[in-house]
């Protein structure tokens, strides 16, 4: 259903260069881009999960500057996209508040640059975003990609964005951004009218 899709941006737990657990800084850029994103394809949620204090605080006064502060009279339009950013330090704390709002556990749906086995295509998805009954959470991963013990609590893995190069290494704002329009964006919503 259309009208029950979450988006999760994981800084914690996040794979490190040497493939060990760390937490990831939260940028401006990240925080803006991707509300706005999801606001434009009308996702009920945008949550950052970051568990490092420091951070957190970086991420609530961007947040009380646009929705609260001056930043609201200066740029309604921007107060509008970050209105629906939520900032958690857990995955679980996420699982927990679309739990209370919906009154279901939502499905999960990874997103990695990596190949995997087992996928789901963007039309395959798309078809189960339409019919599913479930809310539906899109997690994307900063650093090195999402840990394994988060794959494993999915119900669903996107397949990867590819361009027509050998290079594949595009901002976690633009993956969101191309993931849900390939999903629940305009072009795809004409063709199942």
């Given amino acids: 259903m259309l009208d029950k899709i ?25 925080i803006h881009d991707i509300a706005r994103s999801c606001r434009t394809y009308n996702v009920k949620n945008f949550y950052i999960v970051c568990n490092l204090p420091a951070q957190k605080e970086i991420a609530k006064n961007v947040l009380k500057y646009w929705i609260e502060g001056f930043g609201k009279q200066y740029n309604p339009n921007r107060n509008d996209a970050l209105s629906i950013a939520r900032l958690k330090s857990y995955y679980e704390d996420v699982l927990q508040d679309i739990r209370s709002i919906e009154g279901k556990d939502p499905k999960v749906v990874f997103t990695s640059a990596k ?11 798309s078809h189960i975003i339409r019919t599913e009954e479930s809310p539906l959470l899109i997690l994307f991963g900063t650093g090195w990609g999402m840990p394994e013990e988060i794959r494993e609590t999915c119900s669903y893995e996107l397949e990867p964005i590819r361009g027509f190069s050998d290079f594949n290494h595009l901002s976690v704002r633009a993956a969101a951004a191309i993931t849900l329009d390939r999903l629940i964006g305009e072009e795809v919503i004409k063709t199942i009218k």
């Fill in 115 to 125: 190949p995997r086995e087992n996928i789901v295509s963007y039309p395959q998805m």
């Fill in 6 to 30: 979450y988006v999760a941006l994981i800084h914690y737990p996040i794979l490190g260069r040497e493939n060990q657990i760390i937490s990831t800084a939260i940028t401006n850029f990240d």
